[in-house]
């Protein structure tokens, strides 16, 4: 899959919340979703799917502040990081997992659709 | 500015002796632009000039209230590190790299070292990056056999550093590139720090790579905007051709 399909367009929110650098990839049997989540502990995520969505919300351990911060000029603070993101195919909400190391979050969600074997005559 | 031109623009009196360049352009990882960023911040080297070109976006940086190009070379007599704090627009790939090889002949560079990233899709997984390396030319990769890096022995490679690569090699400029096992989209200071401990073999620096370590998750966070545009530009940069298999016919 290309680069430009896997990430998702990062940005900011006046409501303190950040929008994490994230990559989907349509794997054959499953959707692999991964999240940067600097600042973050494993505590602190927060994983919600439906049949068709996924969304993360993350608390960073301490806040960022930034002064006089780009075209807006006054103090910015951001305390989490908040993304749900549409999945390209329903996904089997059951039997979806997730692991958090180093800041990276994956979450692997195995697809509903069923393979069936086609014999050759 | 001439169209399409992209101009080297040197401070007065800078003198060169033999120089080595370190060229950290974003790219996957971000792995050239940090590494870059710490090495000119960690050896003080000074502000020595700029690029331009309309083929950049018309992009100006305000550091401190003070205006600055976003396209910067620092260094002193005998290093020279160009970085960008703004990607790179695929149409000006190759004029860049023939007006920077131009401009580091001109200054009689030694060796350019272009520090990039290599995608690993099991980089979560992984502690410390290995770091590859890749040489334009034989005297460059007798330099990485001695130097006992790992060298990248088939593949493509895509992007403004293989430009680099043969643009240098056109104009006998001895060119390697040092790889990190890196996060394609995400920014990776663990990866900038392997390649900085490998720099160490050509360009004795004593650069301590703790503090980029222990700033890392701020370093990600400033760093999410320049690996958006970044990842944004990768398809046009046929960078999905460094994951394809050559064709093997020996």
New interface residues.
Partial sequence: M???R??I??TWGYDGN?EP?C?VEDKEDEILV?F?L??VRKENVEINTTEDTVEVMAKMSDA?CWERWGSIQKKITFQAFRKQIRLPEPIDQEKTSA?F????L?INLPKVRKKVFIPIE | MEEGVITIVEEEGILHKHPIVIEGLPDVGLVGTIAASYIVEKMGYKEIGYVESDLFPPVMVIHEGKLENPFKIYGDEGVVVVLSEVAIPPNAVYPLAGALADWFNGIDAKLVISITGLPAENRMDIEKPEVFAVGNNEEARRVLKDKQMELMEEGFIAGHYAMMLRECYKRNLNAISLLAQCFPVYPDPGAAASTIESLEKFLKLGIDVGELMEKAEEIKLKARDLMRQTALSAPEMQKSAEQDLPIMYR
């Avoid at chain 1, 190391?101 to 990276?104: H, L, M, S, W």
């Fill in positions: 290309e680069m430009e896997r990430i367009r990062a950040l650098l990559e991964t940067d600097p600042r960022i692991t190391k180093n800041g990276i994956r």
